[in-house]
């Protein structure tokens, strides 16, 4: 890719061209007062390696038209290659090794993970504030990356938390790595459950075994930048519900199995799309350096759904 003469900002995913951002961001810049309107995307595979992510990171710092940028899918990979590189690591990417929005300062390049942020705030958007002390109800986590990780490390910092949370993976490793972000973090002890599952089947027991009303998330990535679901077709949701796909774009089969169910067993199904536009005016304001107020949030919310019509 060929470097824009002047300044603009890079988003670092997977397919980063069929993102709405890419229509959305010019919108967002008007509105900001930005110094650009030009996003650019660096599309990585998912089996990356070190020296591409290092590449990358230098390529940010060194060009001075780069403004910095917003990572998707390869948070914890680049923190893990390429976090020796940053001058500045907040003390949420350094306890979730992952970084999701990289600034420059001067010289000097910030990395910090906004996830944790962002998170809660897509949350506090369709959940009741007293819902889990009201209700009794659990949360289901289908996922241990960095999205998962995140939505446990916010849930645990909810004046209602609930009584347990259930996190589930197909990887001992990421696992045993949340484990120890929350015993850094000093999570109670108890809330969090680690469930390595096999196959789509044995995360199904998990979700049907959940108390009504329960929050049953999807963070694997499964649906956007790879087909499926963690979940088999016949799984069953618990009454009142709440399904909620991290994702907005790709194949979506686990928001399309919740919302199978809707009629049925009355589960409130929730996509990414307000995942999106927090996630990613938190980054433009680190970026950027800006103070955004939940007016002009609501006001990019509204330009980002027209621009996706």
């Not at 809660?120 to 002390?133: G, K, R």
Request: proline share 6%; with cysteine.
């Amino acid at each position: 890719m060929t470097a824009p003469s002047s300044d603009y900002m890079g988003f670092v995913g997977v397919t980063t061209g069929s993102s709405s951002i890419m229509q959305v961001f010019p919108r967002w810049a008007d509105i900001l007062g930005l110094p650009t309107r030009t996003l650019v995307g660096h599309d990585l595979p998912m089996d990356a390696t070190p020296e591409q992510y290092l590449a990358l990171v230098e390529q940010i710092r060194d060009d001075p038209h780069h403004r910095g940028a917003l990572v998707t899918t390869h948070k914890m990979n680049l923190y893990a290659a390429a976090s020796r590189l940053f001058d500045e690591l907040d003390p949420f990417a350094v306890s979730c090794s992952e970084i999701s929005s990289i600034a420059k300062r001067d010289s000097r390049l910030s990395g910090r993970a906004k996830d944790p942020i962002t998170v809660d705030l897509a949350l506090s958007d369709f959940l009741p504030a007293d819902h889990f002390t009201s209700t009794g109800a659990e949360v289901v986590i289908l996922g241990a990356g960095g999205s998962g990780t995140a939505l446990s490390w916010a849930l645990s910092e909810r004046a209602d938390a609930p009584s347990r949370v259930v996190v589930t993976a197909r990887d001992d490793e990421k696992l045993e790595h949340l484990r120890e972000v929350h015993l850094q973090h000093g999570t109670r002890d108890g809330l969090i459950s680690y469930v390595r599952t096999d196959a789509p089947e044995d995360a199904a027991a998990i979700v049907t075994a959940a108390p009504s009303g329960s929050l049953i998330v999807n963070a694997t990535g499964l649906g956007k930048d790879r087909p499926g679901s963690p979940l088999p077709d016949d799984v069953v949701f618990p009454e009142g519900a709440y399904v909620w796909e991290f994702n907005y774009r790709g194949s979506l089969e686990f928001l399309h199995q919740a919302r199978a169910q809707e009629s049925s067993r009355g589960p409130q199904v929730i996509d990414g799309w307000r995942y999106f536009i927090h996630g990613w005016s938190q980054v433009i304001a680190d970026v950027f350096e800006l103070e955004l107020t939940s007016e002009v949030v609501e006001q990019l919310a509204e330009a980002a759904e027209f621009a996706r019509r």
